[in-house]
Structures are given as C-alpha cells and as structure tokens.
C-alpha cells in the first residue's frame, strides 16, 4: 500500500504496490467506460502486475429516491432542458460509445434509484478482499448497465453479493442496517477534499488526479509517469578522470 511505503525507513530498500483509486458510482455509464478503457491501459502496462486498484465510493445523487419514476429519457430531457427526441438521440449515442469499449449498454432501459446501499456492498467486498471487492463493483455495473436491473433493491444486491461469492446472511444484514455507511462518507468526503466535482476520478499513487473518462493511451502515460515518480531510478554519472578500485586493485595516482 502507498501508505506502508511512506511509513518505511529509508533503510528498507523493497518495492511496494503502487496504489490507483478510482472514485466513481455504479449507474454512470462514463464509469463504466472509464473502467474498460483503464482495463486496456492497465493490460498494456509494464508493472500492472505491481499496481493495487482500488474503487471508491462516489453517489452521483445523494438524495436519489430509492426509484426513480418515470424513463431516462425523460428524465434527462427534464435535467437538461432537451426535447425528448434530444435526449433519445444523446441515451443512443452513449450506447454506441459504450459498444466500441465492448459495453452492450441500453441507457433508455436503465432503472436508475438510490446507491448507498450499492456502495456499501462493495465495501463489504473489500473487507473480505481486494478481489471480492473489485469482483461486485463489475458485478453491480453490468447489473444495471447490462441486465437493466435496479440495483437499488435489496433483492439485486443481494443476487450481486451472491454471484461473488459473499455469505448470503452478512449480505441480509447490510441492506437491513447501516454498516459501512460511514465509510462511504468518508470516500465522498475525501474525493471533495482531492477537487472531484464528478466521476470517474482517478488518483494514481497519490501523485497525479486525472478526471473523466479519459481514453486508454493517456491512461497508459499517467500510470508511467506516476510509476516514475514513486520509483525512481539512478541515474550513474561517469566522469573520465576519475580514480576508482575495481575488485583488488586500485588506480594509483601519476
């Protein structure tokens, strides 16, 4: 963790993960692009292997009621004072960007409520495991991308958080209460505090944010320059005059 590697002496000489954070909610469909195309840059990348991902907590509307009523389209007409046949077109062609990342995406046929207790399930997954968490993030995006389910209903939670493998019982009684609630604040809080006014942000290392859903070669650079930056290499001077021993013997002077 980036966090462990500050933490060491200067005398402890290993390599560390490097750490990328990726704010974002589970019905943006940017989001969703945004994580294929990192997925391109991250395969491409030399010490992807040595890289930690992990995603953080970010609700697009807070107060987002548990369902909302009417269609996207409509809804999106009615935000952004389009037509419908606008926001149609707009729903239409976000689908067609999501097929070229490899997304089958249907935005008209969403069914977009309330994600805190999507959030909180994926914190549950993280404290299992890295995997299992990152596994119900993917899980709960293409749930609602892909199946057009409302992954606002404690019954789909409770489908996704059993496809992953997590214990059905745990899962009951998560959506029940309010378990991991404070950390999903806690990852809201922190995203307002690094300069996130919207999703996807991705924080490498702690050293670089990068908004949006940038495209996979630009991703691909910021994960080198950050891996530079929290590697760094020596660079060895040579200077043609200089004396020095080699094994058991030594230049003398002339």
């Not at 209903?153 to 009684?173: H, K, N, Q």
């Amino acid at each position: 963790m980036v966090g462990d590697r500050r933490n060491r002496s200067s005398a402890e000489v290993v390599r560390l993960d490097m750490l990328v954070e990726i704010w974002s909610d589970v019905v943006c469909p940017w989001c969703y692009i945004g994580k294929r195309r990192f997925e391109k840059a991250l395969g491409r990348f030399e010490h992807a292997s040595e890289v930690e991902v992990r995603w953080r907590s970010f609700e697009l509307d807070p107060r987002a009621p548990f369902r909302r009523s009417g269609d996207m389209a409509s809804h999106l007409a009615a935000k952004y004072g389009l037509s419908l046949e606008q926001a149609q077109r707009q729903l239409k062609h976000m689908d067609s960007m999501a097929a070229g990342e490899g997304l089958d995406m249907a935005l008209a046929d969403t069914k977009p409520g309330n994600t805190f207790a999507a959030h909180r399930l994926i914190h549950l997954g993280y404290s299992k495991d890295p995997e299992t968490g990152a596994a119900i993030k993917e899980a709960l995006l293409h749930a609602y991308f892909v199946d057009r389910v409302a992954v606002s209903e404690p019954e789909e939670l409770a489908r996704v958080a059993a496809s992953v493998g997590l214990d059905p019982a745990e899962v009951a009684d998560l959506l029940a209460g309010d378990r991991f609630g404070e950390q999903v604040r806690s990852d809201e809080r922190e995203a307002a505090e690094l300069g996130a006014t919207g999703v996807p942000f991705f924080v490498f290392d702690r050293s670089f944010a990068v908004p949006g859903a940038q495209d996979a070669d630009t991703l691909l650079a910021i994960l080198r320059r950050a891996w530079q930056r929290s590697h760094p290499t020596l660079e060895v001077i040579s200077a043609p005059t200089a004396a020095v021993c080699d094994g058991d013997a030594c230049e003398m002077p002339t």
